[in-house]
Each structure stands twice: as C-alpha cells, then as structure tokens.
C-alpha cells in the first residue's frame, strides 16, 4: 500500500524558507513521477514542481520558479521541496503526490502540510 506522509510545515514570515519533505513507501518508485501540490483557502488545488524519480529532472509552475527547489533522496525514498523568498500568496496547504510516468493523473496523495507565510 502507498503511503506519501508529508511534513515540514508551518509558519514563517516573508522573505524566510521552508523545506518540506515527503517520505514515501509501499513500492519501488523509480518508474514515477513525484509532484508537490499546494491549496489555498477558496481557490482550486494547483500544481508546484515535479520530478521524476529515476533521473532527477524537474518542472515548475512559472510562480515558484526560482525560488522553490525540488529533489530526491534514493536511499531515504524521500521527496523534498525547499522554498525560499516564501510570500504570503504561497500561504496554502502543500500535497504530495505519486504517478507513474505513462499516466498524467496523480493516483497517490499524501494528507498535506500547511504552510503559513505572514507579511
């Protein structure tokens, strides 16, 4: 059974960093695509980066590009975000989540972690 368990949230002023991590388990990983995904409150869920397991590439939403960083760890089977320059507006909910690479629809979501940034 999957299971994607995020953690690293909380609350930070503007201008600070964050990194959130996923730990994943329950199957071997290196055909999938992990994603970060992030909901504020009223507006719909939305896409934040990716990155395939196997070989490390990466892309992100134009709105976080250069300042959040994606990556893997193998041997910890753990999935990261790092966040930088964090604004308000990237204050949301953040979701892990699991695809394998021939599919588009993610089929396995972690719970969330909330991320606060305060002006």
């Known amino acids: 059974q999957v299971q994607l368990v995020e953690s690293g949230g909380g609350l930070v002023q503007a201008g600070g960093s964050l990194r959130l991590s996923c730990a994943a388990s329950?199957?071997?990983?290196?055909?999938?695509?992990m994603g970060w995904f992030r909901q504020a409150p009223g507006k719909e869920r939305e896409f934040v980066a990716h990155i395939t397991w196997s070989e490390g590439s990466t892309y992100y939403a134009g709105s976080v590009k250069g300042r959040f960083t994606i990556s893997r760890d193998n041997a910890k089977n753990t999935v990261y975000l790092q966040m930088n320059s964090l604004k308000p507006e990237d204050t949301a909910v953040y979701y892990c989540?699991?695809?394998?690479?021939?599919?588009?629809?993610?089929?396995?979501w972690g719970q969330g972690t909330q991320v606060t940034v305060s002006s």
């Open positions: 329950g199957r071997t990983f290196s055909s999938y695509v």
């Open positions: 989540a699991a695809r394998p690479r021939i599919l588009v629809k993610y089929a396995y």
